[in-house]
């Protein structure tokens, strides 16, 4: 195996972490950024190692070096993956909590865009598909009768300031 089949396993184990586990929050991007970067500089110099060494002579060989590698990432993913809830995923699994149906639909939404590209309003549900929206009926009411109230005074100065009549 070469350095870049390596990088595509580390790719891929790191794709399946973040569809089985989509429970994180920009502290999980963060620690994928850096932890990517710590793991393909592994990958360059253990390549590198195993080509001075002659190791592709050895395919065997260079397969369980592979497999090992493939082992250590998913166990340091799965150690130290920061989710929302404070438990790691290792902790999930020991205590029973596998991934659900839904936990792996919403970690696959994670990895789509949306290319509807219409205008739409802004406040149809439909609209964010990758973003987990909360329904605030309360809030949103509030919040127009807010913008009612400001855009009344707003014409009433107008009409005051310019003596016309808007309707």
């Excluded at 973040?18 to 999980?28: I, K, Q, R, S, T």
């Amino acid at each position: 195996m070469n350095g870049w089949q390596r990088f595509m396993f580390l790719l891929m184990c790191y794709f399946v972490v973040m569809v089985l586990y989509p429970n994180y929050d920009a502290a999980g991007l963060y620690f994928v950024g850096v932890t990517l970067a710590m793991w393909t500089g592994v990958i360059l110099v253990l390549s590198i190692i195993s080509n001075m060494l002659g190791l592709y002579n050895f395919p065997s060989l260079n397969k369980l070096i592979t497999f090992v590698l493939v082992v250590m990432i998913m166990c340091s993913l799965l150690w130290y993956f920061p989710q929302k809830d404070n438990v790691t995923p290792i902790n999930k699994i020991k205590y029973g909590e596998v991934p659900t149906k839904e936990d792996i639909k919403r970690g696959l939404n994670r990895f789509t865009f949306n290319f509807d590209f219409v205008r739409r309003r802004a406040d149809r549900a439909e609209n964010f598909v990758n973003q987990e929206v909360e329904e605030n009926k309360e809030g949103v009411k509030e919040t127009k009768e807010k913008i009612q109230k400001h855009t009344k005074k707003a014409v009433k100065k107008m009409e005051d300031t310019l003596d016309i009549k808007v309707d």
